[in-house]
């Protein structure tokens, strides 16, 4: 089995990504687990296909992992039954949000565990994409809101990508939505936070996209010159005087230089991907574009992402195409 996890040939920022006008390349499904919304996968490629797993759910909103197969990056077979169902207390109500790297023959599975109190982000393991051990959650009594102006007060942690090779001897996650923060493990399993949840390595922008929260999105591309690139997401919120919330997502990317790997070197100022068509502006939640999944398949760098929360869709990029401008260094 050939898998690519940690792609290179690279450069900062990455894109500019096309959505592609077949989206929502996904979408729910007859009256089964996915029947409801189908969104926010993971991707890889293996043996030449493209492989996503991603969320779906019926109108119960207890959420499953599927997995989808496709040889062009757009047009995809998915199976019948998921990969990865609720089975635990922490998880009750919903395996969420993966994210997957590849090591030395062994598939590591970030997800979030929800309980309908706390989102938990935990791990699983398989050797095979389809039979899965589950090592519980990764970081308890940790508040990835807790420096933003919106803190859970309880455990609350989402959104984790592992770096596929070692930095300064260590296994490298990074991790988090409201702020960014890091952890090591030396056998990929185990982590531990490299700060308190008072320490986030990278926090919302103020008067920016992702003024309210910021989000890991993607595992990690590394570029020519060295750098590792993210792709994120972020959100702004608004609160309307009849006390509805309002919130708009957008994707960004952030740059880390693996010799200063707890620092965010720069951040894309604008987004690259916005909500525009119907599907991205209407749906569970709407005004959501949210990207999870980044492989480079036959030359081409394909981003998929989940539109409001209900449909899946994919944005692709052109190497040969260079970036505009909208870079920003940080620090």
Not at 127 to 153: I, M, Q, V
Not at 160 to 169: D, E, H, K, L, S
Not at 213 to 237: F, H, K, Q
Request: charged share 20%.
């Amino acid at each position: 089995m050939s898998t690519v996890s940690l792609f290179g040939g690279a450069s900062f920022p990455l894109g500019p990504f096309v959505p592609h006008e077949s989206n929502p390349i996904l979408r729910p499904k007859g009256d089964s687990w996915e029947s409801a919304n189908l969104y926010n996968p993971a991707a890889l490629v293996v043996d030449d296909r493209v492989v996503l797993l991603y969320r779906a759910h019926a109108e119960d909103i207890v959420s499953h992992i599927g997995i989808a197969f496709s040889d062009d990056g757009v047009t995809f077979e998915r199976e019948d039954a998921p990969i990865l169902s609720p089975e635990h207390d922490y998880e009750r109500f919903g395996c969420e949000d993966p994210r997957i790297a590849y090591i030395e023959g062994t598939y590591y599975l970030t997800y979030t565990g929800w309980d309908r109190t706390s989102a938990q982000l935990c791990l699983a393991t398989s050797t095979d994409l389809r039979s899965w051990t589950k090592h519980g959650p990764l970081f308890e009594d940790f508040d990835t809101f807790a420096t933003t102006t919106n803190p859970r007060g309880r455990t609350w942690s989402k959104a984790g990508v592992i770096v596929p090779r070692q930095i300064q001897g260590k296994w490298w996650m990074y991790f988090g939505e409201g702020s960014i923060y890091w952890a090591t493990s030396d056998d990929l399993i185990h982590w531990t936070p490299g700060t308190s949840d008072r320490e986030p390595m990278y926090s919302p922008t103020p008067g920016t996209f992702d003024e309210a929260l910021v989000e890991i999105g993607t595992s990690p591309v590394l570029t020519d010159n060295g750098l590792l690139v993210m792709l994120t997401n972020g959100a702004t919120r608004t609160v309307h005087e009849d006390g509805t919330v309002e919130v708009d997502y957008r994707c960004g990317q952030i740059a880390i230089d693996p010799a200063e790997p707890t620092k965010v070197l720069a951040r894309l100022q604008d987004p690259w991907l916005r909500p525009q068509t119907y599907e991205d502006t209407h749906g569970l939640v709407s005004n959501v574009t949210f990207v999870e999944g980044l492989v480079k398949f036959r030359d081409r760098w394909f981003a998929y992402y989940g539109q409001s929360d209900t449909t899946l869709a994919v944005a692709i990029a052109d190497p040969a195409v260079p970036f505009g401008t909208g870079l920003q260094a940080d620090g």
